[in-house]
């Protein structure tokens, strides 16, 4: 069974300032892991996805994240945080390689302020 | 444009009413399925399909049903609205080979 947790459901940040959005995870199996992004209005977006081939992985929007299976983490982290930034961020959870199914977390909302 | 799209955006209704919610994607995706979200709240998997005439329940249990007659066309059904049924219902395709989910801008339903 797999289940995801994410820390803080509402993160703010200056703009400029590093962004850390949390995620732990739980796995019987080797996970796949992913890191959505929900814009007011729209549908969600993939942002990245861990599928065992790097630890580190690069998404879209300078947005990377880190798999570390001692923590049983998989943080969303950019640098410099811009204004469009703002959204509800959603960590994923799969335990197949491509069945779509997918356990969310809860999601986070990160607000960014001028 | 390849894209995956729902209608109605959103839906107020009144108790007992029969609805579908629509789902059409133009991306060739064999996988498409149905997610239910509710504010601050993680996305559930309701229903899946994997291909024409394949359908299967997902991990929370829903009172809606689904049909894939056509590729391209993922409806879902609920016989008999109830206040319970209000939600947000996105729908979302992936490729066979690929986990990567394309999904829709959702459908918030409300039963009065």
């Known amino acids: 069974a797999q289940s995801v947790t994410q820390l803080g459901s509402h993160v703010s940040v200056s703009e400029g300032a590093l962004v850390l959005l949390r995620c732990n995870y739980s796995?019987?199996?080797?996970?796949?892991l992913f890191w959505y992004v929900q814009y007011p209005n729209q549908g969600l977006q993939l942002l990245l996805k861990?599928?065992?081939?790097?630890?580190l992985v690069k998404g879209i929007n300078g947005f990377e994240a880190e798999f570390k299976k001692s923590e049983t983490s998989f943080h969303l982290t950019k640098p410099s945080a811009h204004m469009s930034d703002a959204a509800e961020y959603f960590c994923?959870?799969?335990?197949?390689?491509?069945?779509?199914?997918?356990?969310f977390g809860q999601g986070t909302t990160l607000q960014v302020k001028p | 444009e390849a894209d995956i799209y729902q209608t109605p955006r959103y839906l107020v209704i009144g108790t007992g009413k029969k609805i579908t919610l629509e789902c059409s994607q133009t991306?060739?995706?064999?996988?498409m399925y149905w997610y239910q979200q509710d504010p601050g709240m993680e996305l559930h998997l309701i229903h899946y399909?994997?291909?024409?005439?394949?359908?299967e329940k997902g991990d929370l249990s829903s009172e809606s049903t689904v049909s894939r007659i056509r590729t391209e066309h993922f409806p879902l059904t609920l016989e008999s609205a109830r206040p319970s049924h209000t939600s947000q219902y996105l729908c979302?395709?992936?490729?066979?080979?690929?986990?990567?989910?394309?999904f829709g801008s959702g459908t918030q339903l409300s039963v009065l």
């Open positions: 399909s994997y291909g024409v005439n394949s359908t």
């Open positions: 861990y599928t065992s081939a790097a630890t």
């Open positions: 796995s019987s199996v080797p996970p796949y």
């Open positions: 994923a959870v799969s335990g197949s390689s491509n069945t779509g199914k997918l356990i």
């Open positions: 979302a395709s992936s490729d066979f080979a690929d986990e990567k989910l394309f």
């Open positions: 991306m060739g995706h064999d996988k």
